[in-house]
């Protein structure tokens, strides 16, 4: 009785993982050397070669910075 029930979990994880192969996506394998069994593959936003909002947001960075370097600027001289 008790192998029936093993081999039915089995069956039902092998068809849960088959489902879900179908509908979304699955692990790559685990990295070398990795103590796990999986590893999903990640996909970032800012790999592609979009340069041209990349370069907005250095600029609203670099601005950023300059407001604040002249604000720290006057609040020392005010302190002086």
Do not use: C, H, Q, W
């Not at 849960?16 to 103590?35: F, K, L, N």
């Not at 041209?52 to 006057?74: D, I, K, N, P, T």
């Amino acid at each position: 009785m008790s192998t029936a029930a093993d081999n039915g979990l089995k069956y039902a994880v092998i068809t849960a993982g088959a489902d879900r192969a179908a509908t979304g996506g699955m692990a790559d394998g685990a990295p070398a050397g990795a103590a796990g069994a999986t590893a999903y593959s990640v996909e970032i936003a800012g790999v592609d070669s979009d340069g041209a909002s990349s370069v907005r947001r250095g600029l609203a960075a670099l601005a950023l910075f300059a407001g604040g370097a002249a604000l720290s600027g006057v609040t020392r001289r005010r302190r002086a």
